[in-house]
């Protein structure tokens, strides 16, 4: 089967169906050992401050980290910052418990492709059971027949600091836990360290899950093997990214919440590194060439809108739909 490439992922006679699910040791033990102490010794080593430990670091990891720093800035390069902020929010990130930067960028490019295609294989649809997909997603990878080839960017490559992050990503949680078990004691490393790695994983998870099967559509996209879908009840846990029936329209926005009502945590972090002089070149809908096929299936009032089925593509109505959310 033919494909396209896709920014870093190049085609090579590439297949995205045809592979087989492999168990990823490293992966498995990692989110398993992370789990089991938060089952067990959540519930034994409770406080109000450890909870509070736990909510705090999940906050500021996921939103400022995962969203905003690996997702909206690394992957995608939606607004610009200064290196140092870039490190810090990309090391924030990493310390979510997910992969390093290297690996966050191949896991999102190589399935970003592969749902870009006419089909793609079963996990990168998350077509299977609730219980299989869950396995999959987290304990296993795809190994396909034939891959297309990952190619890098140089200024992400050269970076000694992401190569020293890529090297040493779990390891990472070490320093961050000796600081909690200074601060707090044991309660608070098991809640600060396992219990929000498990739970930020599986939550990674869960909104990957649904978010490609069903909900609200705002756009699709003609000729490819997976649509994206919002999540609205989620937005505000997932500091805007549930709604990722807007970032498979617009996947190099810097906003995800996109229409009225769309609560978009790390949009009004972006914001407020503009407003300080710390952030440029902020893409928005309304800045990017739409994606080829792009529609829109409701109108932008709220989740429940008419549905039209007029192509936006180069009209006044796409324009005027996205003027609003400039900074």
Same mark, same amino acid.
């Given at each position: *089967?033919?494909?396209?490439?896709?920014?870093?992922?190049?085609?090579?006679?590439?297949?995205?169906?045809?592979?087989? %699910?492999?168990? *990823?040791?490293? @992966?498995?033990?990692?989110?398993?050992?992370?789990?089991?102490?938060?089952? &067990?010794?959540?519930?034994?080593?409770?406080?109000?401050?450890?909870?509070?430990?736990?909510?705090?670091? /999940?906050?500021?990891? &996921?939103?400022?980290?995962?969203?905003?720093?690996?997702?909206?800035?690394?992957?995608?390069?939606?607004?610009? /910052?200064?290196?140092?902020?870039?490190?810090?929010?990309?090391?924030? =990130?990493?310390? %979510?418990?997910?992969?390093?930067?290297?690996?966050?960028?191949?896991?999102?490019?190589?399935?970003?492709?592969?749902?870009?295609?006419?089909?793609?294989?079963?996990?990168?649809?998350?077509?299977?059971?609730?219980? /299989?997909?869950?396995?999959?997603? *987290?304990?296993?990878?795809?190994?396909?027949?034939?891959?297309?080839?990952? %190619?890098?960017?140089?200024?992400?490559?050269?970076?000694?600091?992401?190569?020293?992050?890529?090297?040493?990503?779990?390891?990472?949680?070490?320093?961050?836990?000796?600081?909690?078990?200074?601060?707090?004691?044991?309660?608070?490393?098991?809640?600060?360290?396992?219990?929000?790695?498990?739970?930020?994983?599986?939550?990674?998870?869960?909104?990957?899950?649904?978010?490609?099967?069903?909900?609200?559509? =705002?756009?699709?996209?003609?000729?490819?093997?997976?649509? =994206?879908?919002?999540?609205?009840?989620?937005?505000?846990?997932?500091?805007?990214?549930?709604?990722?029936?807007?970032?498979?329209?617009?996947?190099?926005?810097?906003?995800?919440?996109?229409?009225?009502?769309?609560?978009?945590?790390?949009?009004?972090? &972006?914001?407020?590194?503009?407003?300080?002089?710390?952030?440029?070149?902020? @893409?928005?809908?309304? *800045?990017?060439?739409?994606?080829?096929?792009?529609?829109?299936?409701? &109108?932008?009032?709220?989740?429940? =809108?008419?549905?039209?089925?007029?192509?936006?593509?180069? /009209?006044?109505?796409?324009?005027?739909?996205? @003027?609003?959310?400039?900074?």
């Amino acid at each position: *089967m033919s494909s396209i490439s896709t920014g870093r992922m190049i085609d090579d006679s590439s297949d995205a169906v045809t592979g087989r %699910v492999v168990w *990823m040791p490293a @992966k498995s033990i990692w989110i398993t050992a992370m789990t089991l102490i938060a089952i &067990i010794g959540g519930p034994l080593t409770f406080t109000w401050s450890a909870f509070a430990v736990f909510i705090l670091l /999940t906050a500021i990891t &996921i939103c400022l980290g995962h969203s905003v720093g690996m997702h909206r800035l690394l992957i995608h390069r939606s607004f610009s /910052t200064p290196l140092w902020i870039e490190h810090f929010l990309v090391y924030l =990130g990493v310390l %979510v418990g997910m992969a390093g930067p290297f690996g966050m960028i191949y896991a999102h490019d190589i399935r970003d492709w592969a749902q870009r295609q006419r089909d793609c294989h079963d996990l990168y649809a998350h077509r299977r059971s609730f219980f /299989t997909d869950a396995f999959w997603q *987290m304990h296993c990878a795809v190994a396909l027949d034939h891959p297309p080839r990952f %190619v890098l960017d140089e200024r992400e490559r050269r970076d000694r600091f992401y190569r020293f992050l890529e090297a040493t990503w779990m390891a990472q949680q070490i320093p961050l836990a000796l600081a909690l078990l200074a601060l707090g004691g044991l309660p608070w490393v098991v809640w600060g360290i396992a219990v929000r790695v498990s739970v930020s994983l599986t939550g990674h998870w869960l909104i990957g899950h649904f978010a490609h099967r069903a909900g609200h559509q =705002g756009w699709s996209v003609d000729d490819v093997a997976v649509q =994206g879908y919002n999540l609205p009840h989620f937005g505000l846990v997932t500091f805007g990214e549930s709604f990722h029936g807007n970032h498979h329209a617009f996947p190099e926005s810097a906003r995800l919440g996109i229409e009225p009502g769309q609560l978009d945590l790390g949009w009004y972090f &972006i914001r407020l590194l503009a407003g300080i002089g710390l952030a440029s070149a902020i @893409k928005l809908p309304h *800045m990017i060439v739409p994606r080829r096929g792009l529609r829109r299936v409701e &109108i932008a009032g709220d989740a429940g =809108g008419a549905h039209s089925a007029d192509s936006l593509s180069g /009209t006044a109505e796409y324009s005027a739909a996205f @003027k609003r959310t400039s900074p």
